[in-house]
């Protein structure tokens, strides 16, 4: 398929390339808060379009790029392949920046191939996590790190490791992703029935920690001190194992396992559960978190940086070791009878208010690649 002009710079409020692994809820999230600041948006995915599930969400004023080269998802065994194609593309795009992410892929590919400036848009999970995978996936994000025109994360634990893998402090915008306040406003707490409900809302892979939860229901099924029925909402490469597990604890029946749900039902299923619980061994400033936080529901979740950006213990919700099952049996049996409840509850919206309204972060998120592009 032949190339096609992308854009000429002829807005007052510029134009840009977004570059993103896949099309999810994430993307479509950034492609409409793009489109409602600048005068033309593009999107050029790295999947090779095998998943067209979201394609009917993208918004109006996004034009989604042709792409002409591989035809699938990129791996490590076709970096290479990518990379000759967007260099093919390169000549064809003309617009004032490109935001790209995760970091050590597409960040890399696009600050070592196009001459635009490129911002960099961390995942959290890219520097929590893939830089450690090998020593090519590290080397790439210092390179994009370095070559960069600026770099957005959501926590200060993501911006301390960029600033440790070469970023400029004063060249990072740490804003946390945030949530739609409207849509998950604090109501009355699910009407007790004897069973006390956890929910998980992460999806099934190691760096969530599941196991973890597991673990933790089957230690308290054997103490008989707590009735409690979890609800596991996600999917992903653990799942078999994960259910084998619950199986050979025999806490199978304690467990309902449920795919991912839309956004638009995510507040209904948090208030019709008593605790929402993450076990993740790392993370940014998870969205999940912010939403239930935002309800007014109690949440309980690893002691990890991040997650103390949010949560001080016993104040606005819990924290517990990071995977330790009894840590983790012994904070939920503690909840279940904790006597200020009500107290914790109305605590647990006011700092996501504060500081995690999308509707105001986005603003900032636009001005700050602005800023990039104009300098």
């Known amino acids: 398929m032949g190339l096609s002009p992308l854009g000429a710079k002829n807005g007052s409020s510029g134009s840009i390339l977004y570059a993103s692994k896949s099309?999810?809820?994430?993307?479509?999230?950034?492609?409409?808060?793009?489109?409602k600041k600048f005068h033309r948006v593009y999107f050029l995915r790295f999947d090779g379009k095998k998943n067209?599930?979201?394609?009917k969400r993208i918004p109006i004023g996004v034009d989604q790029i042709d792409w002409i080269g591989t035809q699938v998802p990129l791996s490590n065994s076709n970096f290479l392949d990518f990379?000759?194609?967007?260099?093919?593309?390169?000549?064809?795009?003309?617009?004032?920046?490109?935001?790209?992410?995760?970091?050590?892929?597409?960040?890399?590919?696009?600050?070592?191939?196009?001459?635009?400036?490129?911002?960099?848009?961390?995942?959290?999970?890219?520097?929590?996590?893939?830089?450690?995978?090998?020593?090519?996936?590290?080397?790439?994000?210092?390179?994009?790190i370095r070559?960069?025109?600026?770099?957005?994360?959501?926590?200060k634990t993501i911006s301390s490791i960029a600033v440790d893998l070469g970023g400029d402090v004063a060249n990072i915008l740490i804003c946390p992703w945030g949530i739609e306040l409207e849509d998950f406003q604090p109501e009355l707490p699910r009407i007790p029935d004897g069973t006390f409900r956890v929910l998980s809302l992460r999806s099934l892979e190691k760096i969530y920690d599941l196991e973890t939860l597991i673990r933790s229901i089957s230690i308290l099924k054997?103490?008989?001190?707590?009735?409690?029925?979890?609800?596991?909402?996600?999917?992903?490469?653990?799942?078999?194992?994960?259910?084998?597990?619950?199986?050979?604890?025999?806490?199978t029946e304690q467990i309902?396992?449920?795919?991912?749900?839309?956004?638009?039902?995510?507040?209904?299923?948090?208030h019709s559960h008593d605790l929402y619980v993450s076990t993740s061994r790392s993370d940014g400033s998870s969205i999940s978190m912010l939403q239930a936080?935002?309800?007014g529901q109690l949440v309980l979740v690893s002691d990890i940086p991040s997650n103390q950006e949010w949560v001080t213990d016993n104040w606005n919700g819990w924290l517990f070791q990071v995977s330790n099952p009894k840590s983790l049996a012994a904070k939920i049996a503690e909840i279940a009878t904790c006597p200020t409840l009500d107290l914790i509850r109305s605590r647990a919206p006011v700092e996501v208010q504060m500081r995690a309204d999308w509707m105001a972060n986005q603003e900032r998120v636009c001005q700050f690649i602005e800023e990039r592009f104009q300098t």
């Open 83 to 144: 990379i000759r194609d967007l260099q093919r593309l390169e000549p064809s795009i003309s617009v004032d920046a490109v935001v790209a992410g995760p970091i050590p892929t597409i960040g890399f590919i696009c600050t070592q191939v196009l001459s635009t400036p490129t911002i960099l848009m961390s995942w959290a999970s890219d520097l929590l996590f893939d830089i450690h995978q090998s020593f090519e996936d590290l080397s790439r994000a210092q390179d994009a």
């Open 222 to 251: 054997k103490s008989g001190e707590l009735f409690i029925k979890a609800t596991i909402i996600g999917a992903g490469s653990e799942e078999k194992s994960l259910l084998e597990l619950a199986s050979t604890l025999e806490v």
């Open 293 to 295: 936080l935002s309800t």
């Open 147 to 155: 070559a960069s025109a600026g770099i957005i994360v959501d926590s």
């Open 23 to 35: 099309c999810t809820p994430h993307d479509i999230r950034f492609l409409k808060c793009l489109a």
């Open 256 to 270: 309902d396992w449920l795919p991912p749900v839309p956004e638009s039902a995510i507040a209904e299923v948090l």
């Open 52 to 55: 067209r599930s979201e394609d």
